[in-house]
């Protein structure tokens, strides 16, 4: 079956550059969930959307910016990156936003 | 607000030994519950979820885990412990509130199986 697609898998960038992380939910699921796991801790959830429209924000920076596009895929944008920035980030995806959400193998930024 | 509480941030247990993770959550209105899986460096694999309706969730890998309302608590069990379930594990809460896949999760248990 169908899984949710996150690329990059590993991305390393510098502090100050801008990174882009994409990912591509199960066909047909309509809402996409970003996650950020710092080192040691427990995903935090950053922000969701649904129908392509944001439907909730969590702890994201104001530094980062998301959007669901008209084929469902969700970009995370995030600027003027930081060292605290390394972390994994998770991308799940719903069909609709009351079902089970289904998580991507993430992609790891480190920033040096 | 929902927050979840994992009592146990390691437990180090020997194989084919019974294990317990506990999981205490708050919140005033209803919750989906879940448990996650993590093994190193690998994204999150969900084990079991309660929804609604029978109080004992079974879920993979011989997990099963048992809500209790009464006691907010949502504990993972398994009978007995493999080498290969060494990993971290996290319990997690949704709302069922159009809120289903933004998960609180809890701080996580780091299961270490010894031979």
């Known amino acids: 079956a169908a899984g949710v697609i996150q690329s990059p898998r590993h991305l390393i960038k510098e502090k100050r550059e801008t990174a882009t992380l994409k990912c591509y939910p199960i066909?047909?699921?309509?809402?996409v969930y970003w996650y950020q796991q710092g080192p040691g801790q427990d995903p935090q959830f950053l922000i969701s959307?649904?129908?392509?429209?944001?439907?909730d924000k969590g702890s994201i920076p104001d530094r980062f910016s998301a959007q669901q596009f008209s084929d469902y895929h969700s970009e995370l944008n995030m600027s003027s990156l930081e060292l605290g920035d390394s972390a994994l980030y998770f991308c799940?995806?719903?069909?609709?936003?009351?079902?089970?959400?289904?998580f991507g193998q993430g992609t790891r930024l480190t920033v040096v | 607000a929902q927050s979840v509480t994992q009592l146990d941030s390691q437990v180090p247990v020997f194989e084919e030994a019974p294990v317990e993770l506990r999981c205490n959550y708050s919140s005033s209105v209803s919750v989906y519950l879940f448990w996650y899986v993590q093994y190193p460096n690998q994204g999150l694999q969900l084990l079991l979820k309660y929804l609604s309706g029978s109080t004992l969730v079974k879920g993979i890998n011989g997990f099963e885990a048992e809500f209790n309302k009464s006691q907010t608590s949502f504990h993972l069990r398994k009978p007995s412990v493999h080498i290969s379930d060494t990993a971290e594990y996290f319990c997690?809460?949704?709302?069922?509130?159009?809120?289903?896949?933004?998960?609180?999760f809890g701080q996580g248990t780091e299961l270490s199986v010894k031979p």
């Open positions: 066909p047909r699921h309509d809402t």
């Open positions: 799940a995806s719903s069909w609709d936003r009351d079902t089970e959400a289904f």
């Open positions: 959307f649904y129908e392509k429209m944001q439907s």
């Open positions: 997690a809460v949704s709302t069922p509130m159009g809120q289903g896949g933004k998960l609180i």
